[in-house]
């Protein structure tokens, strides 16, 4: 079982300038959530995907896209980007059909805004 | 709203000494909360979780925390600290009647002294 991958692993974009960022759920996950972690903080929730659709979203402004696909992979997409930005993005993924399932993480993707 | 307050950024302890990280939280309605551990340049691992029963919850690698309601509290212990423990610890809650999302606190580095 490969567990939870992103792609890529690091990242290096100037502002104004869009990002699409990838993750595959580990085998038997259908939901995946995004969280941005900045340096020296925790994690924060971006969104949650289930069903293709997003089921919950955080406090994070439209800039913020993402989509899942019917094999449950995801993408989080920022356009317009800012040097806040720049921080670890993180995938997890869980089965979601209960209210809440143990959420597994992937290594994440750092993203450096210039 | 809910949140978690993790007390020292840093917690330094001596191999074989007791490992004690604190975790408080805020919450309206019975949290889910949940440790995680975060080695360098890796996803977040689940340590343990609280849920309902049992208010000593025992996870992986010897690490054991107990929720106390009445102090809003969710420490996590070891009894006799290892150089594999060097790590970021996350303390994190949920809604347990109506959420998707984990909030985490700003987390907590450990370090092990030979």
């Known amino acids: 079982d490969a567990g939870v991958t992103q792609s890529p692993t690091h990242l290096i974009k100037t502002r104004g300038q869009q990002v699409t960022l990838r993750c595959s759920p580990k085998?038997?996950?259908?939901?995946v959530s995004w969280y941005q972690q900045a340096l020296g903080q925790g994690p924060q929730f971006i969104f949650q995907?289930?069903?293709?659709?997003?089921?919950q979203r955080g406090n994070f402004p439209d800039r913020f896209s993402g989509h899942q696909f019917p094999n449950y992979s995801s993408e989080l997409n920022v356009n317009a980007l800012l040097l806040g930005d720049s921080a670890l993005y993180l995938c997890?993924?869980?089965?979601?059909?209960?209210?809440?399932?143990?959420?597994?993480f992937g290594p994440g993707t750092r993203l450096t805004v210039l | 709203a809910q949140s978690v307050t993790q007390l020292g950024s840093h917690v330094s302890v001596s191999e074989g000494a007791l490992v004690l990280l604190r975790c408080n939280y805020s919450s309206s309605v019975p949290p889910y909360l949940f440790w995680y551990v975060q080695y360098p340049n890796q996803g977040l691992q689940l340590l343990l979780k609280y849920t309902t029963g049992a208010t000593l919850v025992k996870g992986i690698n010897g690490f054991e925390a107990e929720f106390k309601k009445s102090e809003t509290s969710f420490h996590l212990t070891k009894p006799s600290a290892h150089m594999s423990d060097a790590a970021e610890y996350f303390c994190a809650v949920t809604r347990g009647d109506s959420s998707y999302k984990l909030i985490f606190g700003s987390g907590t580095r450990l370090l092990v002294r030979p």
């Open positions: 997890a993924s869980s089965f979601g059909r209960t209210l809440y399932n143990e959420q597994f």
């Open positions: 085998s038997g996950h259908d939901t």
């Open positions: 995907y289930y069903e293709e659709e997003e089921r």
